[in-house]
């Protein structure tokens, strides 16, 4: 687990807010503080959708919705003249994107099936943006080179993004 400071917090949220570079995650949850809090849960409803509307192309069903299914929502409640007073939004690595991760990492001693989930857990609290990792594995393991592979793999993205961040 990292905790990275972002530097240029106007170019992230851009990014974040308005951009497609954070399109392919899932949401797992957001909570955001303005002058009420709204709490909205990534977790999908399958009963709402048709049969095979949530079924990916490797036959695993999707349990979640994809940032860009509810950036807009975000967006809607974050902008404005007065910053929010807080915001999380705990966004998740789709498992398609594991067995690549992990092999450009090079980690063998951990499965794809092993993991529950990688999250990118972005803050915001008065003046403060920051993004935290996450990892979750279906077992016990003192193994880190999942946790490293997913901390390399979000420096780099911010990185790319050309956004400062510091640990």
Known sequence: MIALNIQDQKQFMSALLTGSQFHS???SKAVIATGTTMTLEGRLNPDFYNTGALTLPDGTTRTYALWSETQETCYLR????????????????????????????????????QIEGLFLNIRFDRKQLSCVTGTSLRAFTLDKSVEQAWDRWVEGFIRKLGIAAEK
């Open 78 to 113: 974050i902008k404005g003249k007065k910053l929010p007073l807080s915001f999380q939004i705990t966004l998740l690595l789709p498992a398609p994107f594991v067995p690549r991760l992990l092999e450009d990492a090079g980690v063998t001693t951990v499965t794809p099936e």
């Open 25 to 27: 995650f899932y949401l």
